[in-house]
């Protein structure tokens, strides 16, 4: 398999997902206006129901990409190192990532989680992502 | 008599200290109010979401401090205002053509301002003068709003409320509104969410009938008041206006009926007066409560849109003032003249009298000489009093003159 669809895949799941992190951190700024009253400020934003059905919705796309990557990862690390593949902390960090927004979608599909909660939720697995993508491209 | 403006409006006063004075237009309490109002003069009291304002036209200023008093007991003395005379007849013309508004241009004002002298009527409480200074305001109102476009951009607090909504909730088409009460503001919310193509709408109201009735004009579901709880889980806009004197959706309530619905945003928007709805309500994360002084900031905005119309309303608003000027000195015009009239008459008729004494004279010749003093007395009256019916400041000097003239006259004979 090709290393570039998998490098590919990558920076697109990066990239929905760096969506998904900014449609989840409009909708806390939004929130925290219209609880403020600070009319001027969302005129031009749009709603808060649209910021949350985007992040979600992003977020959905993001995990497929990221999931099909990290396989496509697995499956050349497999071909490369063998046996070992598991024990490489780069396949087991994007696992684990992919493992954390498995369980938001299911949290959000399941148990409702919406607005600030799932905002949270979507930054703590963000970060989890930004530090995995960093640590391989070191 | 002086005409006298004591209020307090929505620049004034924030809306926890306008709906302690929502008792005065309580059904029960109006029999009381203006038998007061009546044992000092006359007056109108204009009590909408947005300001308690007391005209009143009585023979001292003393009158209309005790009015204060009685209608403004714990209110703190910098936040009413008080106005006289022009000052206040403008003040009046101003509100009634919606340059004092919230919403600058909104039309529902006026309608606010006609029923309180309707009602203030009813209760035998406006003088002759008063329904003159207010049938003018009328007039002056529907002439800003015909000659320009104040109204045409206006975006009424109801569709400012309803566009608010559509920041929170979304797309209307799948979501349900409850719109609670069935007065004009509720009407045009009503009509606002239909149009905009809310999935559900939802009315109640204390009349149920009435319920019925603006149900049927929006296409929506009427709902009796009791039934407000059962339906909460399922609605994501309530629009409330209403004249209750407590709140109808209170924390607890709202807490114990949402019961499984989603953690979707609920938006609420309250611009009844006293509040119909529990402020800390918006405590909850995901309902977002507003109220009459909360979409202020909203109604700025729109304003800076209108501003040249606001110019032009202002300008055509002083003229009319001017002209007000003179139409309030009419009736003291008007006496004056007939005064006058009634003088001179006198004057002729004792010149007859003498002379027809001196000259013997028999009936006919008297007749002609009656006729003639007659005559040439209401010329001279006619020449004379042309000048009080004209506009401007000789007609203010001419009336000061002829009243000093004609009030000695009277004191001397």
């Known amino acids: 398999m090709n290393i570039n669809i998998h490098i590919l895949l990558n920076i697109i799941s990066l990239m929905l997902l760096t969506l998904s992190m900014s449609f989840s951190t409009l909708y806390v700024l ?10 001027t400020l969302i005129q031009r934003l749009p709603s808060l129901e649209t910021s949350d ?27 490369m190192w063998d046996q070992s593949w598991h024990k490489n902390p780069k396949i087991l960090m994007a696992m684990t990532t992919c493992f954390w927004y498995l369980v938001f979608i299911i949290m959000r599909a399941k148990f409702d989680y919406r607005g600030s909660k799932f905002s949270l939720i979507n930054l703590l697995g963000y970060t989890s992502l930004l530090i995995t993508f960093v640590y391989s491209i070191l | 008599m002086s005409f006298f403006l004591i209020g307090v409006n929505h620049e004034t006063a924030d809306v926890s200290v306008r709906e302690k004075l929502a008792w005065m237009d309580q059904e029960t309490e109006q029999k009381k109010v203006f038998s007061f109002i009546q044992s000092k ?14 005209y009143l036209n009585v023979p001292h200023p003393q009158d209309a401090l005790e009015c204060k008093r009685h209608f403004f007991p714990d209110i703190h003395e910098t936040l009413i205002y008080e106005k006289q005379d022009m000052e206040a007849i403008s003040h009046l013309c101003r509100v009634a053509s919606s340059l004092d508004s919230q919403v600058v241009g909104e039309p529902q004002v006026l309608g606010q301002v006609k029923r309180a002298y309707h009602k203030a009527k009813q209760f035998e409480a406006v003088d002759p003068e008063l329904d003159l200074i207010f049938q003018k305001s009328f007039l002056i109102a529907k002439k800003i709003r015909t000659e320009t476009k104040i109204g045409q951009s206006f975006v009424s607090m109801s569709s400012v409320a309803i566009d608010l909504a559509k920041k929170v ?66 609605i994501d806009i309530v629009f409330v206006c209403t004249g209750a004197q407590k709140p109808l959706i209170t924390k607890d309530h709202v807490i114990e009926s949402l019961g499984t619905r989603s953690k979707k945003p609920i938006m609420m928007i309250d611009i009844s007066v006293p509040r119909n709805i529990e402020k800390n309500l918006g405590e909850i994360e995901n309902i977002y409560v507003y109220d009459v002084d909360d979409l202020k900031g909203i109604a700025l905005e729109n304003e800076q849109l209108r501003k040249s119309e606001i110019e032009k309303a202002e300008k055509i608003l002083i003229d009319h003032l001017d002209r007000f000027e003179d139409v309030t000195r009419q009736p003291q015009t008007n006496a004056l003249i007939k005064n006058i009239k009634l003088h ?38 006619d020449s004379h009093i042309q000048m009080l019916k004209t506009d401007g400041i000789e007609a203010t000097q001419a009336l000061h003159l002829f009243s000093q003239m004609f009030s000695k006259d009277s004191d001397e004979s």
């Open chain 2, 41 to 54: 003069g006359s007056g109108v009291l204009l009590s909408t979401c947005n300001r308690v304002e007391w």
């Open chain 1, 53 to 79: 059905l985007w992040a979600a919705r992003l977020l959905v796309c993001g995990w497929i990409v990221l999931l099909s990557s990290t396989l496509i990862g697995i499956y050349i690390a497999h071909d």
């Open chain 2, 169 to 234: 909730v979304g797309h209307f088409s799948d979501k349900e509104a409850l719109v609670i009460g069935a007065g004009e503001m509720s009407t045009l919310a009503a009509k606002k969410l239909s149009t905009e193509g809310i999935g559900r709408l939802w009315i109640a109201n204390r009349t149920y009938d009435q319920a019925v009735a603006l149900a049927k004009i929006v296409d929506g579901y009427p709902m009796l008041m009791e039934q407000i709880y059962d339906h909460l889980e399922d």
């Open chain 2, 344 to 381: 001179v008459e006198e004057l002729a008729q004792m010149e007859c009298e003498k002379i027809s004494k001196k000259l013997h004279l028999d009936q006919d010749q008297e007749k002609i000489l009656q006729r003639g003093m007659s005559s040439l007395a209401k010329k001279w009256v």
């Open chain 1, 30 to 39: 939004q929130q925290r206006w219209l609880k403020t009253k600070q009319f």
